[in-house]
């Protein structure tokens, strides 16, 4: 797979610092029982980089020590990870947000059955990626029978409360374009998400974000296949928005790889561009200092966070009227 680092490394990306540490992202590793084309970590069922059982058990005292108020786990399929749930009841029990983020199909693997009745009880936040309402362009993305189990996974969630109205259940769910294109109008999308997975499935949820896709790892390599790396780098730097810059989720989430390694974002992470302060680099750093303030690690793929609404976790940056 041919990587887009050296295309990206020369930027004119503003510079940015880091504000109060808010979100601890922790990739828990790259084993996923899918391998799906937009992936950025290149997960799949052979990999098998998975974080040691000492670096799990590191981050509840970080969580501790830097007053964080949200735990975001991804991988992979985090829920494959023999720790997930040690590591899940361990945040709670210090009221820390969970997040899982979900790729829905695990639920429906064997020896996963019970995981959503899990999820459900330590009231984890469910991200779950599903990249269309429709059959055919899912399979496309993530292979044949995903849309399937992805529907039969989100009745799962639905059934235990899951996106309901006052369930205390948070299930919202993730849109990445097929292409070298923006992603639509978020509220718009959301509205339409929900019109044809009620009307056609009964299936209810509470957000959509809708993500840009970076020009990195299988879709950066499918990018330079088709030659349109440029070309969207391009449409990424033409529709720069200097506000979106406040909300970026770098100013406030720090990423953790799978070796306890420190990165800006997830992004930077599988870019394998490291934190800019060589000091506050490990996650046994964060134990004794806080990382408030410090420079951000950028390259051309920023503009990526930063092109139209806006793209990070947690979905656009700015809200539009429809």
Not at 163 to 180: D, E, H, R, W
Request: aromatic content about 8%.
């Amino acid at each position: 797979m041919k990587s887009t680092i050296e295309l990206l490394e020369e930027t004119d990306f503003p510079t940015i610092k880091r504000r109060e540490l808010k979100v601890l992202q922790v990739n828990m590793g790259y084993l996923c029982n899918m391998s799906c084309v937009h992936c950025h970590v290149a997960a799949s069922p052979y990999r098998t980089e998975m974080m040691s059982r000492d670096l799990v058990e590191l981050i509840p005292e970080i969580l501790q020590a830097q007053n964080i108020d949200t735990l975001d786990l991804t991988g992979g399929a985090p829920e494959m990870h023999e720790d997930f749930k040690y590591l899940v009841k361990a945040a709670r029990a210090l009221g820390v947000k969970v997040i899982d983020r979900c790729n829905l199909t695990i639920l429906m693997v064997e020896d996963y059955e019970d995981m959503a009745q899990f999820l459900a009880d330590n009231k984890v936040e469910i991200v779950a990626s599903l990249p269309c309402y429709s059959l055919e362009n899912v399979d496309k993305q993530r292979g044949k029978g995903a849309f399937d189990d992805s529907i039969l996974g989100l009745h799962k969630l639905n059934a235990l409360g899951y996106g309901k109205s006052g369930s205390g259940l948070i299930l919202n769910l993730v849109y990445n374009p097929q292409g070298a294109t923006l992603p639509p109008n978020q509220q718009q999308l959301e509205a339409d998400y929900k019109r044809e997975l009620k009307a056609h499935f009964d299936i209810e949820f509470n957000q959509l974000f809708a993500l840009t896709n970076m020009p990195i790892q299988r879709f950066g390599a499918v990018l330079l296949a088709k030659k349109q790396f440029h070309p969207y780098m391009d449409l990424l730097k033409a529709n720069y928005v200097a506000s979106n810059l406040t909300e970026v989720m770098c100013r406030s989430t720090i990423s953790v790889n799978w070796l306890g390694e420190l990165f800006d974002c997830d992004f930077n992470q599988q870019l394998e561009i490291p934190v800019p302060n060589k000091s506050r680099r490990h996650l046994r750093d964060l134990l004794t200092q806080n990382p408030a303030g410090d420079d951000i690690a950028i390259a051309d793929h920023c503009y990526g966070c930063t092109a139209g609404q806006g793209s990070s976790c947690g979905g656009t940056l700015e809200e539009s009227v429809i």
